[in-house]
C-alpha cells in the first residue's frame, strides 16, 4: 500500500513514520512517498525517517518529490499536511492580529482566518488533482485549520477526505485516565468543530463517568484543562472543553499573554526549525537524535501563554507524546482492511447536528470501516455552545466563499463576523495587514 505524504519536508512526518514501523500486519503501508516545494527540508527528513528504519527490518520504502502529480499518481492514501507560506507566514499571522488587539492564532480567530484564507485555493487545488490522478484514494487532512480545510477539499472529494486532530484523543485519553479507566474501553462523548468541542460524557461499561469527576475539584484540578479553566467554570458548564476554547472562554487573558510574550509561538517555531534543518545536514550528526530533542521542546512550551495565564505550570510528561499519527494509522487501517473501530473525526455533518446543513464538517465520533468514517448521532449541544458552532461555521463558510470569488469584501466579512473580532474597522485592517505580507492573498481584490 503507498501513502503520499504532503508537505513531507514537516517537522512532525517522523512521527507518522514511526507509527508505520509498528505496523506488522498484512496489507500494510511498504511504501512512503514524501512531497514538498523545499527540497532541502525533504532531504533533512528523509535523513531522520532512514535513521528511524535503520533499526526496523522491512521498512516502508521512503522516496521524495517535489513534483506534485508524480507524488499522488498511484496513492492508496494522501496525507495532507501542507502549511501555505511556511512559519513565517504563521508568525506574520500573529503578529498583524496582536497589533490590533485580537488573537492571531493559528487556527482560532484572526490568525485562523488568515491561515485559511490562502490555504483554501491551495487545499482546492490538491483536491482536484487527487479526484484526477488518485480517484481511488483516501485523504486524511491534517492541513489546517483542519476543519475548514477539510470542508474545502469535501466539495471536490466528498467523503473520501477525512480530517483528523489530536487534540479530542489527548482529551478523552487524560480524562479517562483520571477517572482511573482505560482510553480504549472508554466512549467518549464529544461533539463540535475542530477546535472547537466538548466532551459532554465518557461512558465505561455503559456508565457515564464524567459526573463523578465534574463533582471531585481535586480530580477537576488534576489535569491539562482542569488546570486551565477552573474547577468552577468546568461545573458550570457540565461539559470539559477542547483546550482551544480557552481562546474563547478567557479572549482577553490570552490575548494579553501574547502580546507580552518575548515571542509568539509562531515565531518560537520558525526560529527553532531553522536551526533544525540547518544542523541536520551537520556531519557526525544523529538527525533522528536531533529531532528527538527538538520535538521535546517543541511540545512542552505548546499552549504555554494560555497556561502561564491560567497559572496552570507545565505540561504533564504523558501529554507530550502527540497523537494525531496514531490516528492517521488507526485510520487507515480501518479503511484498508476493514478493521472496524471509532474514532472522534471532522467529517460531514450528515443529519447528526441539527443547527448546521448536513455538507457542514464538524468533528464527532465516527464508526469507521472499509467504506470511509461515519458520524454517531449525538445529542444536541447546550445553546451556548450550538450558538458558538453556528457562528464560527458561518466564519468558516465567508472565507470558502472568499477563497472561491477572490472578493475582498467577503473576507471583511469573514474577519467581521468572528467571534474575536471586535469591530468591522478591525477587520478592514487585518485584511490589508494580511495582504501587505502575504502574497498568497493578492486575489483577494
Known sequence: MRLTILGGGGFRVPLVYGALLTDRGEGRVTEVVLH?????RLHAVARVLADQASATGDAPRVTATTDLDEALRGADFVFSAIRVGGLEGRADDERVALA?????QETVGAGGIAYGLRTVPVAVDIARRVARLAPDAWVINFTNPAGLVTEAMSRHLGDRVIGICDSPVGLGRRIARVLGADPKQAWIDYVGLNHLGWVRGLRVAGRDELPRLLADPALLGSFEEGKLFGADWLRSLGAIPNEYLHYYYFNREAVHSYQQAERTRGAFLRDQQARFYAEVGNRGTSALELWDRTRAEREATYM???????????RDADDLSGGYEKVALALMRAIARDERTTLILNVRNRHTLAALDPDAVIEVPCLVDASGAHPVAV???????????????????????????????????AFALHPLVDSVNVARRLVEG?????????YLK
Open 304 to 314: 504555554a501563554e494560555n497556561r502561564e495565564s491560567a497559572g496552570a505550570g507545565e
Open 36 to 40: 514538498d516545494l523545499d527540497a532541502g
Open 379 to 413: 445529542d444536541p449541544l447546550p445553546g451556548h455552545a450550538i450558538g458558538l458552532v453556528c457562528s464560527v461555521k458561518a466564519v468558516e463558510r465567508e472565507v470558502l466563499a472568499a477563497a472561491e470569488s477572490g472578493s475582498r469584501a467577503t473576507a471583511v466579512k
Open 434 to 442: 494580511y495582504r501587505a505580507v502575504h502574497p498568497g492573498l493578492d
Open 100 to 104: 490590533e488587539g485580537v488573537l492571531g
